[in-house]
């Protein structure tokens, strides 16, 4: 297939505007502003986008639900905070596709009618984020942030860098300044979002495919997809793989392809165990479910999530308890704390899979952690905490196992291979 997201990844200077050029960038926007923003919605929307933020939510259907007659103003927000442990796509975006993001962000404007936009930026990305600025600097000097009705405002915000900051409410509570706890939602924040008003906040690679979509047509980007999937993804491997990395492929992929031919196959020695498809809160996918085609219906129905598109690959020498506490100690941090299932039970997860994990944890500790991850996850204010405990609920099935062989033996079975 060709780059088309990750065209200039290896260029010397993606932010500079000439390059960008040179290869056909900005046509996708010379074309929106000729188009009607209710026809830039059907394109989008024919073309099968799903957001790539992890919940896969078609994104034109998103536009159209949020309404032509929404009052203004109206904000638009591109999500850049990542945060997701495995995913690192929206970095490789805003170090190599800077102008991508730019166009993107131009054509959603049009069509939603905003004209005041914001780059939301993990704090951690600021070098990225001096990239974006200096091609956003070109796109401004060129005059190309004026859209029909006037020009278009586009911030860069930094985040100050928590895991909650990227779900879309919170993200509008620490631009307005505020603690970023997730809104209570209805009101949807599509119709009172930032400040109050109307907002749509799409991920950064939701964003940067829309240069293609318009440039190129409905049909052409849905037609880059294969096995049912539609329009091109980018995957991040990592893990033991030979080659990690971030690869533009057709959506829907094969697990099997993303690992043996562009991740290179396992390293030397070591045989796949167990692959987490879409960042650190998704369930597990095992070896027989290597033929799966990896867009999110199909996912789907082999009981796991495409998510970010994270692809972590886990190896028959990690102890998985010892992996599901790592990824367990990450999310009870990032806990906003703000409802008390998240706040109280995340921390008590992480601490049964301590004792399990140091041979002190008995089969009713093993128990309490499956009726754990039961209560936690419908009783949470928002997704972190079902999030979360995906990879814990999954990984006691799938490596019930080794769950027991801790318990049995008082001690992690694994830690004499990995001496
Ligand atoms: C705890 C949490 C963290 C999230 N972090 C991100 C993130 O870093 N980037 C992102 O695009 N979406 C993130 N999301 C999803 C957003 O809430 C939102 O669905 C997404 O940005 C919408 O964009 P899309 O429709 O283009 O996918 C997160 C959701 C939750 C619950
Ligand atoms: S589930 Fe966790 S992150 Fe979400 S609101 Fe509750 S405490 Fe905050």
């Not at 929404?70 to 999500?79: E, F, I, Q, S």
């Not at 109307?198 to 096995?227: C, K, M, Y």
């Not at 033929?291 to 998985?320: E, W, Y």
């Amino acid at each position: 297939m060709e780059a088309i997201l990750s065209r200039h990844f290896h260029d010397p200077d993606p932010a500079d505007l000439r390059v960008y050029e040179r290869a056909g960038g900005y046509a996708g926007l010379r074309r929106a502003i000729t188009m009607d923003p209710a026809d830039i919605i059907a394109e989008v929307e024919k073309s099968g986008l799903r957001g790539c933020g992890g919940a896969g939510f078609p994104t034109g259907l998103k536009w159209r639900l949020r309404g032509a007659d929404a009052p203004a103003p109206r904000y638009l927000v591109c999500n850049l905070d990542e945060t997701e442990p495995g995913s690192i796509k929206d970095r490789a975006l805003l170090f190599g596709a800077p102008h991508h993001l730019i166009e993107g962000m131009l054509i959603a404007a049009h069509a939603l009618g905003v004209r005041h936009a914001i780059f939301f930026v993990r704090g951690e990305y600021a070098a990225g984020a001096r990239v974006l600025e200096r091609a956003l600097q070109g796109a401004w000097e060129a005059g190309l942030l004026r859209l029909p009705d006037g020009d278009l405002r586009l911030d860069i915000h930094l985040s100050l860098g928590r895991y909650i900051c990227g779900e879309d409410s919170a993200i509008l509570n620490a631009i307005e300044g505020k603690r970023p706890n997730p809104r209570k939602k209805p009101p949807h924040i599509s119709q009172q979002g930032l400040w109050q008003q109307p907002t749509t906040v799409n991920n950064a690679e939701s964003i940067a495919h829309l240069p293609g979509i318009l440039a190129q047509g409905a049909d052409w980007f849905r037609g880059l997809g294969v096995h049912g999937g539609a329009g091109s993804k980018l995957y991040s491997v990592c893990g033991p793989a030979q080659r990690p990395g971030v690869f533009e492929l057709p959506m829907g992929t094969t697990a099997r392809e993303i690992l043996y031919e562009h991740a290179g196959g396992m390293r030397a020695g070591r045989n796949l165990r167990a692959i987490l498809p879409g960042g650190s809160s998704t369930p597990f996918l095992l070896p027989e479910h290597l033929n799966t085609p990896m867009h999110f219906d199909a996912v789907a129905k082999v009981g796991s999530r495409l998510g970010t598109g994270g692809f972590i690959v886990m190896d028959d020498r990690q102890c998985p308890v010892d992996f599901l506490l790592a990824t367990t100690r990450f999310f009870a941090r990032e806990s906003c704390g703000f409802c008390t299932p998240c706040r109280e039970g995340l921390p008590y997860v992480r601490w049964l899979l301590e004792r399990i994990e140091a041979g002190e944890g008995d089969t009713e500790e093993i128990a309490a952690l499956h009726a754990l991850g039961a209560q936690i996850a419908p009783n949470s204010f928002c997704a972190l905490a079902p999030g979360a405990l995906m990879p814990v609920l999954s990984g006691l099935h799938a490596f019930a196992e080794d769950f027991l062989d801790h318990v049995r033996q008082k001690r992690c079975p694994y830690r004499k291979v990995a001496a």
